[in-house]
């Protein structure tokens, strides 16, 4: 039996987590969260996670149940995502301390309990695979994950993964692609705030001050370049507290970002049949959750729509917390500034 | 007749430089005081070094020889006890050199560059007197004078606003050698020095170089964040582009110091800096240039500046105030006691020179640098 492939794609805190909430909760579909957030350690190892050429079953599996260092550093002091759901029970066959797989920071265990058994049968079979390029190798988990659990469609989503599109869509041809699109002024006001997308940022600053990551490599010859404010983030000194309360960012600069990943990621959507492509408003799903919600099943899973079961669904709809009109004017004019080219972007190519 | 010559840092930019002229110019023993390495010994960290420098300046091959037969290695640090130190050294010493310092200049090094610049002058004094030496030269900055502007004098520095730990590190170590009795002091003030005149060649990476390489950090962060962005919107910098930017060759500082520091010069304040340079504009035009950046919008008032704009002169804070108000630096007393005009356009900054340099610099730094690509 095959299986059929979809994804939630979009720039970062646009909402998708709630979305992907949403359809784990509908039944039939497998819900894979956060899988590609996760084994490229927070979007900063996407060359990493897609390596050219054949690759064995045991190095595949090798890349899913990574111990990546930057998601596993924030675990272990107690500042990981809200998104990673591992947690330190006593009989848990990991520990914070030790590390976590990718796998099962968030994928696993918002699929089952028994995530951890899971994981164990997935490394058995996964690791005997023959050698495949490494999209035949993520259609082959996708399906395996899905059949798992009974469902004949699966739908991944990571957060910000419009940075991945191009490669997604490589490996994953004939999938459906659902972007979804919120608001560039609320999205950035989010990531300033959310602590992967604050990891992500701090490292993007290191790698270029040190010339390498440092989560990845102790050459440490540029060190007295990093300016006092980024000092406490390297992986030897890292401090939670100072990550927590570190402010030296502004929205605008996510408004650039989120401008620069709308740009990039819309020039891989521009190329997908009409079919393959659906854009759905952040800003809809909450105000109309059912004709939304309806609307996007329909395009995943047309014999698939269930009016109760959508109905039921859309009480996890809640309201957002972020709101860029209660900034102060100035950041507010800076923030909309950085945004321009994102909705400009948009406005060009979504119709 | 034969006189005997002390340096600290010999293993540094200036200070091995200022090693390589006292083989040229004297024919007198040189001893060096080099801190061990745990992977290298005293003697192999000076002579690999001049290995390494003497061809890449393109110096003759015959001062190696002259090296061994003349260099004596004295292993230890400033900061032990001078009873250690001293015995090891046959005094009297004519000229003692004291050239180590930090050039950190970042708060949180602060203490670590006071306690080389300031503690080390401090240290570096004592041992000198325990050595009976006749003079003491002492490198310090031309930049003492912190925000001052107009003609810099060959003056002492009392009172002036410094504009990091480093300048003030240095205002405090000059007013304890000029203030130390015994022997003559004098005091050597390079502006930022680059590397040799002719071969480009250099091994320390701060002042212009840590500016190229923090625009190429910078323009690395910024295509991580949106690719693009600077050739879209050009970056907002505060400067003078018409006002002199004084880079010096560490030749021409190295050789009219020991020129000066061996005689017996009255003068004791000497400005080591270059009588022809480029603009700022000029200078940052070509940094930008090189390293792949747009160029940069001049404006007055840092409140046209945006939030990546501030960002960006936040990290260049360091290198912004040598940008700002006419620093122009007089040299009588250098050129006194030099008693002719150096070769200035040996060492003058032009054009096609600084953009050979910066390139050089350039292509090293990124050959060293793994490349990372944005991660897609």
């Given at each position: 039996m095959n299986t059929q492939a979809a994804f939630i794609i979009g720039t970062g805190r646009c909402g998708s987590t709630l979305l992907s909430k949403m359809i784990n909760a509908y039944a039939g579909i497998t819900s894979v969260s956060e899988f590609f957030s996760m084994i490229t350690d927070l979007g900063t190892m996407i060359p990493e996670a897609f390596p050219e050429g054949p690759v064995s079953g045991a190095a595949f599996w090798n890349i899913l149940s990574g111990i990546y260092p930057k998601q596993n550093t924030m675990l272990r002091h107690g500042v990981a995502m809200k998104e990673v759901l591992y947690t330190d029970r006593p009989d848990a066959a990991f520990r914070a301390a030790t590390g976590v797989p990718a796998l099962l920071q968030t994928t696993l265990p918002h699929l089952t309990e028994d995530h951890d058994a899971l994981f164990e049968a997935l490394a058995r079979e996964v690791s005997c695979w023959p050698s495949a390029t490494v999209a035949v190798h993520y259609q082959q988990f996708m399906q395996t994950l899905c059949r798992q659990f009974g469902d004949v469609l699966w739908v991944e989503r990571s957060g910000g993964s419009l940075r991945i599109v191009h490669r997604l869509y490589e490996a994953f041809p004939r999938a459906r692609y659902v972007h979804l699109v919120r608001d560039g002024r609320n999205c950035a006001l989010s990531m300033e705030k959310h602590l992967g997308f604050r990891m992500a940022m701090l490292s993007f600053q290191m790698i270029e001050v040190l010339g390498v990551d440092p989560y990845l490599s102790d050459d440490r010859e540029f060190v007295d370049d990093l300016p006092d404010e980024l000092v406490d983030f390297l992986p030897e000194n890292f401090n939670p507290e100072a990550f927590r309360n570190y402010s030296d960012t502004q929205a605008s600069l996510f408004g650039h970002y989120w401008s620069g990943e709308l740009i990039q990621g819309l020039e891989t959507l521009q190329k997908m049949p009409a079919e393959q492509l659906l854009t759905v408003s952040y800003e809809d799903l909450l105000e109309y959750p059912e004709r939304t919600f309806r609307t996007i099943i329909e395009f995943l899973a047309p014999d698939r729509v269930d009016m109760d079961q959508i109905r039921e669904v859309c009480r996890l709809v809640g309201r957002p917390r972020s709101d860029w009109q209660a900034l102060p004017k100035r950041e507010r004019e800076l923030l909309a500034r950085s945004c321009e080219p994102g909705f400009m972007a948009l406005e060009a190519n979504v119709h | 007749m034969t006189q005997s010559h002390f340096i600290t840092g010999a293993t540094g930019f200036v200070g091995s430089y200022v090693l390589i002229e006292l083989l040229k110019q004297t024919n007198d023993t040189i001893y060096c005081l080099v801190r061990p390495k745990e992977d290298q010994a005293p003697e192999a960290r000076i002579f690999g070094l001049l290995d390494k420098l003497i061809p890449a300046y393109q110096e003759n091959p015959a001062l190696l020889a002259a090296a061994r037969r003349r260099v004596r290695i004295v292993a230890g640090?400033?900061?032990?006890?001078v009873l250690e130190i001293a015995p090891r050294i046959e005094s009297p010493i004519n000229c003692f050199w004291h050239v180590a310092a930090s050039l950190n200049y970042e708060e949180r090094f602060a203490d670590q560059i006071f306690e080389t610049n300031v503690m080390g002058t401090h240290y570096a004094l004592r041992l000198a007197k325990k050595l009976q030496t006749q003079y003491f030269n002492h490198f310090s900055t031309a930049y003492v004078v912190g925000k001052q502007q107009g003609i810099m004098r060959e003056e002492v520095v009392r009172h002036t606003e410094s504009n990091n730990a480093y300048e003030r590190s240095k205002v405090t170590s000059e007013l304890e050698v000029l203030s130390a009795t015994g022997m003559q002091t004098r005091i050597f003030r390079p502006s930022i020095v680059i590397g040799h005149s002719l071969t480009h060649e250099a091994f320390n990476f701060s002042g212009m170089y840590g500016f190229l390489r923090r625009l190429v950090q910078f323009r690395g962060m910024m295509e991580r964040i949106q690719t693009g962005y600077l050739d879209r919107n050009p970056i907002r910098m505060k400067m003078d582009p018409q006002v002199p930017l004084n880079l010096v060759p560490v030749d021409q500082v190295a050789q009219e110091a020991v020129q000066i520091g061996t005689t017996a010069a009255p003068q004791r304040i000497f400005n080591l800096t270059n009588k022809k340079v480029l603009t700022v504009g000029e200078t940052i035009g070509i940094m930008f240039d090189i390293a792949g950046v747009s160029q940069p919008e001049i404006v007055r008032d840092a409140a046209d500046f945006n939030w990546i704009d501030e960002k960006f002169n936040e990290k260049m804070e360091f290198y912004n105030s040598y940008l700002v108000g006419r620093k122009v630096f007089d040299r009588r007393n250098t050129d006194a006691a030099l008693q002719r005009a150096s070769d200035h356009d040996q060492y003058a900054i032009t054009r096609d020179r600084l953009v050979y340099k910066s390139s050089w610099y350039l292509n090293k730094l990124l050959s060293k640098r793994v490349r990372i690509p944005v991660s897609r």
């Open positions: - | 640090d400033l900061s032990e006890s």
